[in-house]
């Protein structure tokens, strides 16, 4: 039985819920006092900057926007609302006390323009964030402009290739393997290089003979995700770095699955020269609508001369400023110093962790992956038997054989009250489900995710047209997920 869920509003059916206009002509949301003051007409008081009519706005009742919008918040889900098991995305839960922090007057009023002297607690977040992710990662510089883990890459591939330039060569290809996140390749291609792909082994991981033929004098660097999107440590990781940086190149690491290593391992310790860091998804800041994101550039000491400006630097009267004279730096990749909002949340949540803290986490969140694989094997096809950490991948193999495949899966799993998985992600297993429920999760809930997944696969077996035309229980069931994406209808028009 799909359980009770708030935003399956049981008491509005799908069509009257679909009524979307409310307005009416006459009404009003406001009343104002008599005039006291000359009627003036608005062409006198603001000239050209008047408008003849105000056009068609709608004509609404105070209580009707106020239920509008509250009627259209309840028909959204968020990580608030229940488990959101978005494998690669890591969609934890968003602590109170971070919102709490970053809403402290001092600064959520902080302006970038306030002069150093006037900045120096804004400056002292950035410099224990900065501090504290370099000790997670142990890497040696940072910088935290990033906007996002996209663009963390960029920067990451310019430091790269403005070292490699600093070398006398900037080299033409990146190495990138063929279970990489889309992103990688964009990334690549954008900084100029060519990409070419490196095959997964059998068990889901670098093919190091494969690395070893192709890696040479031509390769700038091989951008890597550990844990793999298959969620697979690469135990040969040493090797590869040791491959890389034997024909001079480098290892740039995308961070985006952290989240299986803090307080375990560092990716300074086993060879990476650059990664980035998704404060959105490992440090529990929001994400999605919810924020805007944060992806850090963490680097080892030679390619810390290019580091976008500013950075950080203690000032000789011992207070923090920022350091714009830096001759060999990339330039600057973001307006001011990144999202700080952002910032103050993730070092609110590293601090009210704390080390242990941090590391039961990822404890935590290893776990639950680990819980809901060996739960659901059998009941849904797992494609690489090497164990997983944070995250694990199905297939839909089974329940393909009943014309369900993983698209219709997860449309299911909507009715059953839970965000879908990561679908189709990562390509190189034919119809995945991605799962990764987080340390988030109590095991209550876990257990109701499992049951649904197993009440599915049965569903699938006996009934698989009830999958085939889920969601039943939404506002809308099945749009043209093409046109959404493409052509958004993002505006009311009257
Ligand atoms: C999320 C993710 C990215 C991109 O990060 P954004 O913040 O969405 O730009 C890159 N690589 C992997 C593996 C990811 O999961």
Redesign the pocket.
Known sequence: MPRDITNAAPHINRNEALIFERSSPGKRAYRLPPLDVPEANAADLLGEAARPHLGAMPEVSEIEIIRHFTRLSTWNYGVDTGLYPLG???MKYNARVNEYVARLEGLAGAHPYQPEKLSQGALKILKLLSDALLDITGMDAITLQPA??????MTGILLVRAWLESQGNARKKILIPDS??G??PATAAICGYAVENLKSSASGMVDIAALATQMNEDVAALML?NPN?LGIFEEDIHKIADLMHAKGGLLYM?G??MNALVGKTRPGDFGVDVMHL?L??TFSTPHGGGGP?S?PVACKKNLEPFLPVPVIAPKSDGTLGFDYERPQAIGRVRAFYGNFGMHVRALAYIMANGAEGLRQTTEDAVLNANYIRKKLEGTYDLPYATPTMHETVFSDRLQARHGVKTGDIAKRLIDYGFHPYTVSFPLIVHGALMIEPTESESKDELDAFIEAMQAIAQEAAEDPNLILEAPHTTRVSRLDEVTAARKPVLRWKP
């Not at 996002?148 to 890459?153: L, M």
């Open positions: 690669s995305c890591t996002a883990g996209a663009h963390g890459e990489a996140h992103t990688n995700t999107t995308d985006a699955n998704n959105h998804k994101g992806g």
